[in-house]
């Protein structure tokens, strides 16, 4: 099976990460990949004032190396215009799915009767939604996804449990997400949920993937690095040997399927 870097961000100038500002160009990248054996890696546009076309950037980087990147736009889904934006994105930009960093702390809005024409819009293109939703948002994100069983839902970074304790009750309202079957979840940005964010054998983060992989299966887990700002603590295949060599539970056949089989299967790439 294919190694693919669920999670990565592409972009030649990414002010967050100065003076390492290029540290995210696709050279690089491209680099880090072959020097640790991942075959293909998916792109999150970051869309700021530095980068207000990434999206049109991954898209050209996608054509030119279709062989090792797939992309997801960048689509505002709290914006009037959201359900055209998914309907193009596609035909736009070649995406496999869309990206979502919530503006709004709260997103019961996602349920409103009202958006769906956005939701329609994900069925008709069969796009992957890929939302960043952490604790407080468990609940919405349980409820939409039920609620929107025809939709395939990505999460990133193992829900972003930050500094929560393993044994956090809050943390079970995700596990539950496993009976819904249309709920997948990125084992990604490791560094966020490890209480030493320098040491890839991360005790912390290494068991919120083991409550992940206990109640959701080696089927529903996608890895992926959070390149580059994973850079500030750990080189890129540090961000793989979590899972390819620290990570337990798993045999390789299942190992496989969080590094990569996963990921082809869900985007289709």
Known sequence: MPIIDAHVHTIDNYPSMTPDHDKG????LLYYMDGSGVDKSIMLPVIGPASPGNNQECAQWVKEHPDRLAMLADVPMHQPDAAQRV??????????GTSYYPSTPDLKWMLDAAQEPLWAAYRRTGLVCNLHVGPPNYATLLELVQ???????????????GGMELDDGAYDTLLAGAAHANLFVKASAFYGAA??????????????????????????????????????????????????TFATGMDDDERALVLGGNAARVFEI
């Open 147 to 161: 609620q929107q069983s025809e939709v395939v839902f990505t999460l990133n970074h193992m829900g972003c449990p």
């Open 25 to 28: 160009s696709l050279t690089r």
């Open 195 to 244: 209480a030493t964010p320098w040491d890839f054998r991360c005790e912390r983060a290494l068991g919120f993937f083991q409550r992940l992989l206990q109640s959701y299966g080696p089927d529903r887990l996608l890895w992926g690095t959070d390149w580059p700002p994973a850079g500030r603590h750990l080189t890129y295949q540090q961000g793989l040997e979590i899972v390819r």
């Open 87 to 96: 309907q193009r994105a596609r035909e736009e930009f070649g995406a496999v």
